[in-house]
C-alpha cells in the first residue's frame, strides 16, 4: 500500500473531473497501433469522451470515421468537422427528421434491425445512408440474433431494393463480455473475455457467409468492445472495430484486465469532509451526482463504487506488475514511468468507495492509510464505469488546469 | 394489469423528463399539512426539484426557510429570493470563501462534525450563521454518533464561545430507513421504518437532555427523510422536518409504502427503438443516462430500474388500493380521481426495466401488454430514485408542453 494521493496540483474546490491527457494520448496510440496491426478498421466510439477537442486528438493517427450513440452526439461530432459517422443505436423513428438532415451533409451510418424501420429510412431520406443491421451475437440487448439468419438475410434484401439505401453490413456489440468477470482472478477472466470474443467471431462469420451464400455480393463486419479490443490477438473476419471506453478506461476495465491502473485517465477530485478513524472511513464531497452509480461486477461482498488514487513513488523505468489492481500478482507487465504516474497516481484497492448517496460519499480505508487524510484534502477517485462519470460533467480539467468542453446532451424537448 | 400508457400529448423525440403539475402540488399540500398536524417546521430539501419555479409553489405554504445540499445550489435559491437557506451536507473547508460570502447575503445554517471545521468558520467568516452539529443517529454516514454525547456538548460549547456562530442545534438524517424495505409485504416495511423513526427521535430527545443539563439553554432538533415524514404519526421532540424527495416520490418510496402510485409525479417519456416478442422485451431509448442507475432496494431475484407506466381506465371518483404497486392488496387506501391519473398514468410493476446501459434500456413485460407496444411509440419510464433521475436534465417539461429551468449544478473547477 502507497500512500492516499493528496491532490494539490490545481485550487479544486467541488468535485471535478480531472484528466490526465498523457495517458489518454498514450491510449489512443495504443488502440489506434493494436487496429492497424490487426489490419481491421478503426472507428472509435466516441460517446465516452464527447469531447470535439479530445476528437481530434484521434485525427493523429489518421482516423477519419467515427461512432456516436445518438444523433444529437452525431450532430455535435459533424459540427466539429467529423464526416463519416455511425449512430450505433438502432434508428429511432422520432427522430427522422434530423437524421434525414445529417444524411445531407456527412456519411451517415445507422443501424436498423426491423423492417419497418428500413421503410422509414427509404421513404424519408433523400441522400444516401449507410445501413448496418445491428446483429445480437449473444449480449442478448438489441438487434437480430445470430442464428436468425433468414430474418437477417430479408432485411438486407429488403434494404438493398431501397434506392438511397446501402447495405453496409452488419454490426454487432458483445458487451456480454463485460458479465465475464472472476473475482480476484485475472487470468480466468481474461480467458472468459476472449471466449466471448471467438464466439461473436464466429457467429457474425456465419451470418456473413448465409448472407454471401443467399447472394449478396459484400458484407462487413463491425465489432467492437473495450475489453475484448484491449485483449484479442485478432479480430477475424471482422473490418473494423468501434472500441470507445478504451479512451479513459476505468475500474471495471482493470477488473476485466483490459488496463493496468497507470492507463485510467480520468479520475474526480473530491474534498475530504470528516475523518473517522474508529470506524476507518472518510466522508467525501462525491456522491452519485459527482461519481455515478454503478458498483464493480464481481465484488461479491460489498458494492465497491470507486477507489482512491495512491501515490506511486520511485518507480521511474521499473516495470511493475499490474499495481493496484485485485490482480496485483497476476496484472500482465507493464514500464510505468514517472510520467505516467505522477497526477492522477494509481488505484489503491485497500481504498474503495463503499456507499454513495447523492452528494455524500464513504471511502473505507485501513488505519494505515487513513492517518495521513485531514478533513479538507483533496484526493482523487478513480469511476467505476468512465463513461457514466463523464456524463455528468461539462467539462475536464486537465493536470495541467486547462479546461476540455465536453459535449452534454441535454435530454429534452 | 391495465395497458401500457402510450404518451401522444407531447411532441417527443428524445427522452424526455416530464412532471405533472399537479401532482407536485398535492404533494407539497400534503407534507405541508402533515407538518402544521404535528406541529414542526417544515423546511423542505429542494435537492430533489432544483427548481426556481417548484420551489416557488412552495411559498403559498407559508415556506419560508429551506434545504440544500450544496453551497451551489444554496447561491442558485439565494438568488432566487429564498433568505434563510440550511446546507445540510457538512462544510467543505474548500468552499470557506463562498460561505462567507452566502454568510452575508441570507441567513445560513451549516453543518459541522468537528473541532476545526468550528475553529475555521470562527475565523472566516464576518457575518452570524446559524451552525448544526451534524448528529449520527444511526445511519452511519455522517455526523457524531448520538451515544458520543461528550464530543456534541465539547462541540456545541466551543460553537457557543464563537462571536459570529450562533448553535442552532443537532441535525439528523435517517437515511438508514431505505435500507428497511421487506419485498413485497408492505406492512413489515412500514413497521420498520417507523421503527427507525422512532429509534432516531428517541436517540436525539436523549443527546438534546444531555445538552442540556451540561448548561446549554436550548437545542433545536432537525430531521427528515422522505419515508418517516410522509408515514410517521408525530415528531416528538423535533422542531422541523426536511424532507425532499416527497415532491415527486419514485418507485423507491412506493416500495417503502411512503406513496401510492397515482403521487409519483415525473417519469421519463422515452421512444421505443424494438419490440422483442419472443423474449418478451421491449428496447427503450432510454439508458444510464436518462435514467439513472439505481435498483430497487429489496427486489432480490433481479434488478429493477425502474418500470413503465399504465393507463388506469374507469376510475374517477373511486376509491383503490395502491393500484400498479408490488403490494397491491397491502396498500393503503386513497382516491384517485381522473386528473390524477391522466397524463402519467400509474406504474405498471409488471413491466419493469430490467437491464440499462449508456443509452439503452431493456423492459420486461408480459404477453398481453407487448402487443400493445410498437418500435417508435412513447411510453413513460418511472424512475427508482427521482432524485438522480432529475440530476440528469436541465429542465422539466409539464403535460401541458411548459418548460420548468432546473438548476444544473456543474461540478467543475
Redesign the interface.
Known amino acids: 500500500m502507497a500512500r492516499i494521493l493528496r491532490f494539490d496540483r490545481?485550487?479544486?474546490?467541488?468535485?471535478?473531473?480531472v484528466l490526465d491527457r498523457e495517458r489518454v494520448m498514450r491510449n489512443i496510440a495504443r488502440m489506434s497501433a493494436r487496429a492497424k496491426a490487426a489490419g481491421v478498421g478503426f472507428r472509435p466510439h466516441f460517446?465516452t469522451h464527447q469531447s470535439a477537442l479530445i476528437g481530434d486528438w484521434f485525427r493523429d493517427h489518421g482516423v477519419t470515421g467515427i461512432t456516436v450513440?445518438?444523433?444529437?452526439m452525431a450532430e455535435y461530432f459533424a459540427a466539429a468537422g467529423w464526416s463519416d459517422i455511425t449512430i450505433a443505436?438502432?434508428?429511432?423513428?422520432?427522430?427522422i427528421a434530423?437524421i434525414r438532415e445529417l444524411a445531407g451533409l456527412i456519411e451517415l451510418g445507422v443501424l436498423v434491425?426491423?423492417r419497418?424501420?428500413v421503410d422509414l429510412l427509404a421513404e424519408s431520406l433523400d441522400a444516401p445512408v449507410q445501413v448496418w443491421i445491428k446483429v445480437d451475437a449473444g449480449y442478448?440487448?438489441?438487434g437480430i440474433r445470430w442464428d436468425e439468419t433468414d430474418r437477417i438475410r430479408a432485411l438486407a434484401q429488403r434494404i438493398r431494393e431501397q434506392r438511397r439505401l446501402s447495405f453496409a453490413g452488419i454490426l454487432a456489440h458483445s458487451?456480454h463480455s463485460y458479465h465475464e468477470v472472476r473475482w480476484g482472478d485475472i487470468q480466468a477472466t481474461r480467458q472468459a473475455v476472449l471466449r466471448v470474443h471467438e464466439e461473436s467471431l464466429t457467429r457474425l462469420q456465419g451470418v456473413r457467409e448465409a448472407l454471401l451464400a443467399g447472394g449478396l455480393e459484400a458484407c462487413a463486419i463491425s465489432v467492437g468492445d473495450t475489453p475484448t479490443c484491449s485483449q484479442a490477438e485478432h479480430f477475424r473476419g471482422a473490418d473494423e472495430i468501434r472500441p470507445g471506453n478504451f479512451v479513459f478506461y476505468d475500474l471495471m476495465q482493470l477488473q476485466l484486465g483490459s488496463c493496468t491502473g497507470a492507463e485510467i485517465a480520468v479520475a474526480v477530485a473530491t474534498?475530504v469532509?470528516?475523518v473517522y478513524p474508529e470506524?476507518r472511513q472518510i466522508?467525501l464531497?462525491g456522491g452519485?451526482?459527482?461519481l455515478?452509480?454503478?458498483a464493480l461486477p464481481g465484488a461479491s461482498e460489498r458494492r465497491w463504487f470507486g477507489c482512491l488514487a495512491a501515490e506511486l513513488a520511485g518507480t521511474t523505468g521499473e516495470t511493475r506488475p499490474q499495481v493496484g489492481s485485485p490482480h496485483e500478482s497476476a496484472g500482465r507487465e507493464r514500464a510505468i514511468t514517472a510520467e505516467q504516474t505522477e497526477g492522477l497516481g494509481i488505484p489503491e484497492m485497500a481504498a474503495p468507495l463503499t456507499?454513495l448517496?447523492?452528494?455524500?460519499g464513504?471511502a473505507d480505508l485501513p488505519e494505515a492509510l487513513i492517518e495521513t487524510i485531514r478533513?479538507?484534502d483533496?484526493v482523487l477517485v478513480y469511476p467505476v464505469h468512465s463513461?457514466?462519470t463523464g456524463?455528468?460533467?461539462?467539462?475536464y480539467?486537465t493536470l495541467g488546469?486547462e479546461?476540455i468542453p465536453r459535449f452534454r446532451?441535454?435530454?429534452?424537448?
Chains 1, 2 share one sequence.
Open positions: 490545481l485550487p479544486i474546490e467541488r468535485p471535478t473531473l460517446k450513440s445518438s444523433v444529437a443505436i438502432p434508428v429511432n423513428p422520432r427522430e434530423r434491425e426491423s419497418e424501420t442478448g440487448r438489441a458487451g474534498p469532509l470528516a470506524r466522508l464531497y452519485a451526482v459527482h455515478a452509480v454503478q456507499s448517496s447523492q452528494e455524500h464513504i478533513c479538507g483533496i463513461c457514466l456524463n455528468l460533467y461539462d467539462r480539467v488546469g479546461e446532451s441535454l435530454p429534452s424537448a
